[in-house]
C-alpha cells in the first residue's frame, strides 16, 4: 500500500473579508499575488461558498509549493458581534468599573447559538457563558 506525500506548505496566511465581496484588492490580492496564486481561483471560489452568510469573515488560507491552495473561514468575531448586539462602538477601558452597554440573555443565547461552531464547547449552555464571559470581559452587562 503506498503512501501519498503530503504538500509541501509555502505559507499560512490569515486575513479578514467580507462575506461574498472578496475582491482583487488589498487584502486579498495583495497578499496572494505576492505568492503566486491566481487570485482569481481563491475570489471565485470564496465569493461561491460565502455568498449566504454576512459579516466580516476570517479567513486561513494555505498555499502550497506547486502555487495551489487550501482556505477555511470562521464566522465574525465574537466581540464584534457583541458589540453590534448591544449597539456599542468599543468596549469599556475599565471593564470592572465602568459598564458601556447590556445584552440580554435572549442576546446571549442567540449569539451563542450562531457561534457554537466556532467554540470550544459541548453545549448551548457552555456556549452561552462562554459570550457572558467576553461581554462581561468587554464591560458590556449580561441582564435577565
Not at 2 to 14: D, G, Q, R, S, Y
Not at 108 to 127: G, P, S
Request: proline share 4%.
Amino acid at each position: 500500500m503506498a503512501v501519498a506525500k503530503a504538500k509541501p506548505v509555502k505559507a499560512n496566511i490569515k486575513f479578514r473579508v467580507p462575506a461574498g465581496k472578496a475582491t482583487p484588492a488589498p487584502p486579498v490580492g495583495s497578499t496572494l499575488g505576492a505568492h503566486g496564486v491566481n487570485m482569481m481561483d481563491f475570489i471565485n471560489a470564496f465569493n461561491d461558498q460565502t455568498k449566504e452568510l454576512d459579516g466580516l469573515l476570517n479567513v486561513r488560507v494555505q498555499i502550497f509549493e506547486d502555487r495551489t491552495f487550501t482556505f477555511s473561514f470562521t464566522s465574525e468575531s465574537l466581540a464584534s458581534q457583541i458589540k453590534k448586539a448591544a449597539g456599542v462602538d468599543k468596549g469599556s477601558g475599565v471593564p470592572n468599573k465602568t459598564k458601556v452597554g447590556k445584552l440580554t440573555k435572549a442576546q446571549v443565547t442567540e449569539l451563542a447559538e450562531k457561534k457554537i461552531k466556532d467554540m470550544n464547547a459541548n453545549d448551548i449552555a457552555a456556549a452561552e457563558k462562554i459570550v457572558a464571559g467576553q461581554a462581561r470581559s468587554m464591560g458590556i452587562e449580561v441582564v435577565e
